[in-house]
């Protein structure tokens, strides 16, 4: 089933530090001018420039993703029903259960968390791209000093030292998620919310006041590659059934694509969508379907998906 593109969400965010920022580079320099813990940097736009690796985008997504689930589900199997499970024990889970098995039961039997982020059977459902600062926003970095103190003399343990530091500016990235649920999707819109609302942060010294951002949601685009509109465009077709048709408004998760038989192999609901307020329209090239959520509105494509979501633990509970 994950050989082909049933659905696509693409979200485009900007990332505002709200206070200090620091992603380490992971290399001191022999420059003594330099600061001992430096911004990651790469060449952007014509020159040298800071930017927020999308892999500790990623890391730190997945990390708080983790966190919700396993506060409304377990990170151990339940006797009762060996399939479900929320978030799996990185310590402990060596993914035994997943060896010779087939495509659709690795995805089936991997964790809630897995399936969207991946584990060493399963690709990852997420692509996050790197955020490079908005040249129409400057940069503002600072460096500072700090002290690592003994925790049991009191006395100063490592240092002192300085760190470089941005506090100001805006860094623009996109999060793509392709052959999702609804649940899925809402469970991303539910970390995009506590990001911003500071109950965790990015980089270094997370715990002492750094990496707090603001999450500004500029578009979210869900896409049917596999579909087109009706001729009195009312209706979302899928090719090649003349069976699979939706009104041109419904958000649809990826088990409303598949046939029986083959959502219940990979443990997908057939009945996945949400009503919305968005027109489908065609994609460019005149081929596939899509609905979009300008700036100001992609909050609504959350709570749609957050219902999904919570719709999933009643049914599971």
Not at 162 to 183: P, R
Request: glycine share 10%; charged share 25%; proline share 3%.
């Amino acid at each position: 089933m994950h050989k082909r593109f049933v659905n696509h969400c693409t979200i485009d965010i900007t990332l505002i530090p709200d206070g200090p920022i620091l992603i380490k580079s992971g290399k001191e320099g022999a420059d003594p001018t330099k600061p001992d813990m430096e911004f990651v940097e790469t060449y952007h736009a014509g020159g040298r420039s800071i930017y927020l690796p999308g892999s500790s985008l990623k890391g730190a997504i997945r990390a708080h993703a983790e966190r919700i689930v396993r506060t409304v589900g377990k990170d151990k199997r339940d006797s009762n029903n060996w399939n479900l499970l929320w978030a799996n024990d990185p310590l402990n889970d060596k993914y035994d259960y997943l060896q010779n098995k087939s495509a659709s039961d690795i995805y089936k039997l991997s964790s809630f968390t897995d399936q969207i982020f991946g584990n060493t059977s399963i690709a990852s459902r997420v692509r996050i791209e790197d955020a490079y600062p908005d040249k129409s926003q400057p940069l503002k970095i600072e460096e500072r000093n700090g002290v690592a103190i003994d925790r049991v003399f009191g006395s100063v343990a490592v240092g002192p030292f300085n760190y470089q530091v941005c506090t100001a500016g805006e860094f623009h990235t996109k999060i793509h998620l392709k052959n999702f649920t609804l649940a899925q999707l809402g469970l991303i819109g539910l970390v995009l919310r506590d990001l911003n609302d500071g109950w965790f942060g990015l980089g270094f010294a997370k715990s002492r006041g750094l990496g707090t951002v603001q999450v500004k949601l500029n578009q979210a685009v869900v896409q049917y590659p596999g579909c087109i509109l009706s001729e009195d465009k009312q209706q979302i077709c899928a090719l090649g059934s003349n069976e699979k048709k939706w009104s041109k408004t419904l958000l649809l998760g990826a088990g409303e694509f598949l046939e029986l038989e083959e959502a219940q192999s990979y443990g997908f609901s057939t009945q996945d969508c949400q009503d919305t307020p968005v027109a489908a329209q065609e994609m460019d090239l005149g081929f596939g379907v899509q609905l979009t959520w300008r700036e100001g509105t992609v909050k609504d494509l959350f709570e749609r998906s957050v219902r999904s979501w919570s719709h999933l633990l009643v049914g599971t509970k």
